[in-house]
Every structure is written in C-alpha cells, then in structure tokens.
C-alpha cells in the first residue's frame, strides 16, 4: 500500500488526516519574530494568528524547504513504502521544487525507491478536495498510478474562488498597489479572486461591500450545483466563521438538500464543510471549493477570458 503524504496548506482538519493515516509537513509563519510551524491541530494557535491579523500584524510565511522535505519523505523510503505527495500550487510557493529536489537527493541513495510530487496547481481548499478524492480512491484500492492519473486529469478543474476583508492584505502581499488600496477601502471594495489554470492568484472583479462580496461567492457555488446537486462542497475561512456561516446559509436556500458538515472532522463523502487556514493566500472572509463530475476538463493554453467548462470550486 501507498503511503498519501500532504502539506499543511491543505487546510483540512487533523482528525480527519489522522484518521486516513495522512501524514503532513507544516508550512512556517513569522509574526512578531517568531518562527511558528503551521498545526493544523493547535486551533488556538490558529485562533491566535488570526486575532493577530486582525489586529494589523502581518504574518509571514517561509518555504518547506529540501532538507525538511528529505527528512519527511525518508522514513517511508527506508521502509520501502511508495510515497504519494500532493504539495500546494507551485505558482503559490518554492515548496514543491524543493519537494522535487529533495526526492532527486533520495533517489541518489535509494535509487528503488517510489516517490511521486504532485503539483495540485490549487491551495487550502482547493488542494484539501484532491487530497479527499485521493484518501477515497485509496480506500478503493485504486493502484497509486491510477491515482496519479486522476489527480493530474482533474487538478485543473478545481476552480477557486475567495474574497479578501481588507485590500491591505493584497497590497502587503505585493498583488496591489497603496494608492489602489486606499482608493479601494475607501469605496468598500471586496475583491473577488480565483486560481487561474496554472495554480496563480488573479483578481476577477471589484465588488462593493462585504454583504455582495459573500453572495457573489453562494452564486458561484449555485451554479455548479445546479448541474450537480451532489457535488461536494469545502467552504474554508481564516478566522471569520461569520462570514462562512453566511455564504453557507445562502447556497443552502436554493440547495437545501446539500449535505453539510462543519469541523472539526471532515468526510470524505460528499459534503458542505468548513476548513481552516491558509497561509499563503490572504486572509479571507470565505472560501468554498465545489467540485463538478460532470464537466469538462478546463485547457490551460485558452486564453485567460475564455469561458471553457471545468469541475468547478470555489474559494
């Protein structure tokens, strides 16, 4: 049997990665000076973070780096255990080329050994609903080349779609400018975001106000649950479960029969749930993740504006 390794940009609740024997390397943030790994068992420590935040402090955050990823990886070579790692968009971090380096350094030792880095091309939610599909396709007994292929068949087809509370987030972050974030708080302007189809953040309209922020969001589930009510659907948040109870509440009044579930522990059945953090993209009001078995793969060569059917998500 393989071994399903992840990273703690996923975003999923402990319990449900201890129960599914996933195994996850943390991410690091730096606030105040201190260097603190990312737990996705520790809710205080998150609940801490995001008070920070909230309070104007800015987090930043560090690359797993080759020799950490040598050390997570080892164990399972040593006991001849194949490794299926799915990391966070390599747009997003150095993570994932370090992963790959770190597997290189591996194999020059252990040349037999069976490590496989997958890019998901997608964040938290986004990455936390493939590493789902793969958790249900191992209990299958799906053969872990299979599970690459579907993995590498349908990363592209996770959309996610989020909005930030403050412009000030994607203006420290280097993604606007000062002027534009001023202007734009000033105005109440909620940006809505997405993932493009090779794993980068990009921003897709100007919305005012926080109320029609979070409703663009429901509207954006809505509609792929309209060509398949059964899909599953993440709704993640940094710290504003407000803001998350809200847009749940507005998909659940046109889809009221969508089957919801919010942490701490996670299904891996079809559900409506809530997941916890991120640390590489911005503090959010909330992020959904739905995801559409019925439509078509999405081409990453198309222009950026070209409307083409995907599975569908939401962050």
Partial sequence: MYQILTDSECGLPAATLQEHHVEVIPFHFE??????????????????????????????????????????????????????FLGTSSALSSSYANAVQARQILL????????????????????????????????????????????????????????????????????????????GTLLHIKPLLNVNATGKLQMVSKIRTRKHALTALADHAKAALKLDATQPVLISTSGDWEAAQTVQDLIHADFP???????????????????????????????IVTINFKNLSHDPKQPEDTVVPRLFGVT
Wanted: hydrophobic share 45%.
């Fill in 31 to 84: 606030v105040n000076g201190q260097t603190v790994a990312s737990d996705l068992a520790n809710d205080q420590l998150l609940e801490d973070l995001y008070a920070k935040v909230k309070a104007g402090i800015q987090p930043t955050t560090s690359a797993i780096n080759v020799g950490e990823y040598i050390e997570f990886f080892k164990p399972y070579v040593l006991a001849q255990t194949p490794i299926l």
């Fill in 108 to 183: 020059e030792s252990h040349p037999q050994a069976e490590i496989h880095i997958v890019d998901t091309l997608a964040a938290c939610a986004g990455e936390g609903r493939l590493v789902l599909e793969a958790i249900h396709l191992q209990a299958d007994q799906t053969p872990l080349a299979d599970v690459i292929d579907w993995i590498m068949d349908n990363r592209l087809r996770v959309q996610h779609w989020f909005t930030v509370d403050s412009l000030d987030f994607l203006y420290h972050g280097g993604r606007i400018s000062k002027a534009t974030a001023t202007l």
């Fill in 257 to 287: 029969q969508v089957n919801c579930h919010i942490g701490p522990r996670l299904p891996v059945t079809p559900v409506l749930a809530v997941s916890r953090f991120s640390s590489l993209v911005p503090p959010v009001n909330a992020r």
